[in-house]
Structures are given as C-alpha cells and as structure tokens.
C-alpha cells in the first residue's frame, strides 16, 4: 500500500541554522500538508500546498519558514533560522484530489531538535 | 473558526473494559469528522471517519457517530486490549476547500492486562 514517508527521522540542529525536511507524498495525491506537534501538546496545522503554490497557512507559518515541491515528487519544509521554540515532530500529509471526505495520509514524522 | 475539545486525559482502563473518549467540536458549514490514532514512536493513523450528520464511522472495534445536534462525535469500544493504547485525536475538517484538520489535544489511553 502506498505511504508517505519522511527524512531524516530526527534531526538535531544549533539554533540559528537552516533545516531542511523532507517528504515523498503519495504519487497521485495533489494536495500537501505540513503539521507540527510539540512535544505533549496538539497536532498543529501549518500549512497546506496545492498546485505549486501555499493555498493556507496558519500564524505559525511565519517567515522563517517555507515549502517547496523541486522535483514533482518530494514535499520540503525549511526553516531559516531556526529556533528553541521549532523543537517539535513535524508530519507531511497528502491528500488525493477528489477526496470528497478530505481524508489526509500523514508520514512517520521528524523529531526536530534545536540545542 | 473551528475547534475541536477532547475530553481530559490520560484514561486508564484494565483489559477488557470500555472505553469512551469525548470529542465536541465548533465549525462552520458541514464538517468531516476523523479520529486519529498515534502509536508510541509512530504517526498518525486514521482509525475512523464520518463525513455527514448521523453517519457511524467504524474500525478495529472502534465506533463514532456524527452527532450534529450535540456537535460531538464520541469514540467508544465495547472491550479495550492492552495493544489499544495509544493517543487519540480528534479532528475536523471544513470551511475550506483545501481541507486542512483541526485537532484536539489527544488522550492518552493506557490499557493494564
């Protein structure tokens, strides 16, 4: 059965430095989505992507943050300068086109560390 | 905008016992209504869906029924086991059409043998 999958499983960072997260949607999904969870806290959307560009994003998706889709296949989510507070797990989740009840696929997640 | 408000956590139960998890939830228009499920050290997995007034979603033993009067949508199960615990989200979507989920906080269920 087709997954989304996620890279790197956990990744530590210095604050102040760039991260960069990966995913690999489903192949005919269409609609894209990165959410975080800090740890004990709630599942937070952040934004959603959809024909190449950002069709939603939340307060928590401020500038520091961006999304790109290089190659038609994988999802990314960068941070510029990251920061204590982005310690988080973050999910990717796709969605197919059509999807008349919205069901999301989410990945395994990255555990984000900034030190 | 909307909300979503689950019970307080975390539930214990012994093997064997039933379980209910209070979900209510606030939205505009006609939501679709999920439980997720997130084992310890994996994602989120869709357990449960309804998507209109009065429908039952079904799994794993597992059951919610859209209720729109009350705005909730309850997960229930008659006999939990030890491998059920889990965190348990509750989520919606709508109001737009890119559909992005509002959850609730989760509950942390903990099933004794």
């Known amino acids: 059965e087709p997954e989304v999958t996620q890279t790197p499983s956990h990744q530590v960072t210095q604050m102040g430095q760039e991260v960069i997260l990966r995913c690999v949607p489903i192949?005919?999904?269409?609609?894209f989505y990165w959410y975080r969870q800090i740890l004990g806290q709630k599942v937070e959307f952040l934004v959603s992507f959809y024909n190449n560009e950002i069709s939603e994003k939340s307060e928590i998706f401020d500038d520091q943050f961006s999304v790109e889709r290089p190659d038609g296949s994988n999802f990314t989510l960068k941070i510029r300068s990251t920061k204590l507070e982005d310690s988080a797990m973050y999910f990717c989740?796709?969605?197919?086109?059509?999807?008349?009840?919205?069901?999301?696929?989410f990945g395994p997640g990255t555990r984000l560390t900034v030190l | 905008g909307n909300s979503v408000t689950q019970m307080e956590g975390p539930v214990t139960l012994s093997e064997e016992a039933f379980l209910t998890i209070n979900c209510t939830y606030t939205?505009?228009?006609?939501?679709?209504l999920f439980w997720y499920v997130q084992y310890p050290g994996e994602g989120l997995q869709l357990l449960l869906k309804a998507t209109k007034a009065d429908d039952k979603g079904s799994n794993k033993g597992f059951e919610a029924t859209y209720r729109k009067e009350t705005t909730s949508f309850h997960l229930e199960k008659g006999s939990v086991q030890v491998s059920d615990s889990a965190v348990y989200f509750c989520?919606?979507?709508?109001?737009?059409?890119?559909?992005?989920?509002?959850f609730g906080q989760g509950t942390i269920l903990t099933v004794h043998p």
């Open positions: 989740a796709s969605r197919p086109r059509g999807s008349l009840d919205n069901e999301q696929f």
């Open positions: 989520a919606l979507t709508g109001g737009t059409s890119y559909g992005k989920l509002t």
């Open positions: 939205a505009t228009g006609y939501p679709s």
């Open positions: 192949s005919n999904h269409l609609y």
